[in-house]
């Protein structure tokens, strides 16, 4: 059982380049997230998922965007790459539809904008 | 609007005396707890979390909360601290009334010295 797998690890990206981060979980999980850890600050949602097909957008969703056409993965896609995006990224999955599941995390993808 | 404040970006202790990592939140409806550690270079990992009932939660590695209603607090402790403690603390809290969304506070790191 690996958990919630992600890639690759880091990231050095140009400026309006384009690239998809990857995340797999093989729990059966039917919530997934993806969030973004600035230096110094908490998590912040970017976008979720409550099941296969079904996407919203979190706290800061502008210059991302999702799919999720399985159950088991989740990518998040920058198109454009700014620095501002410049962060670590980590995706997490939680079980079921009740809000009192803990998520569970990814070691995080380290993305740098230059 | 659910917030978490988490006042301290840094704890120190030495090894064996008790610790305290505080945290306070604000919601509209009735609040879910979680606490979760980071170690370097991973993603974060549940401890424990306060959904209903006892005000003690007991977690993973030692670790306890105290829910607070009056002061809007939850507060993590534990009895003896460890060198392996330090890591990169935070609390999450999710609102009852709105919906999926978990919201982090900046994150308090605790230093175990020996």
């Known amino acids: 059982n690996a958990g919630v797998t992600q890639t690759p690890k880091f990231r050095i990206l140009k400026i309006g380049q384009s690239m998809t981060l990857q995340c797999t979980q093989d729990m059966n999980h039917n919530y997934m997230y993806w969030y973004r850890q600035d230096p110094g600050m908490g998590l912040k949602l970017i976008y979720y998922s409550v099941g296969a097909g079904i996407t919203d957008k979190g706290e800061v969703p502008n210059g991302y965007n999702v799919s999720r056409s399985t159950t088991e993965d989740f990518p998040l896609r920058l198109e454009l790459a700014a620095p501002s995006q410049t962060s670590v990224y980590f995706c997490?999955?939680?079980?079921?539809?009740?809000?009192?599941?803990?998520?569970?995390f990814g070691p995080g993808t380290r993305l740098t904008v230059l | 609007a659910q917030s978490v404040a988490q006042p301290e970006d840094q704890v120190n202790v030495a090894e064996g005396n008790p610790l305290t990592v505080k945290c306070t939140y604000s919601?509209?409806?009735?609040?879910?707890l979680f606490w979760y550690v980071q170690y370097p270079n991973r993603g974060l990992q549940f401890l424990l979390k306060y959904i209903t009932g006892d005000n003690l939660v007991k977690g993973s590695y030692g670790f306890e909360a105290e829910f607070n209603k009056s002061q809007t607090s939850f507060h993590l402790k534990k009895p003896s601290a460890l060198v392996s403690d330090s890591a990169l603390y935070f609390c999450a809290v999710r609102d009852g009334n709105a919906g999926n969304m978990l919201t982090f506070g900046g994150g308090t790191r605790l230093m175990v010295k020996p």
């Open positions: 919601v509209s409806g009735n609040p879910y």
């Open positions: 997490a999955s939680s079980y079921g539809g009740s809000r009192y599941n803990e998520q569970f």
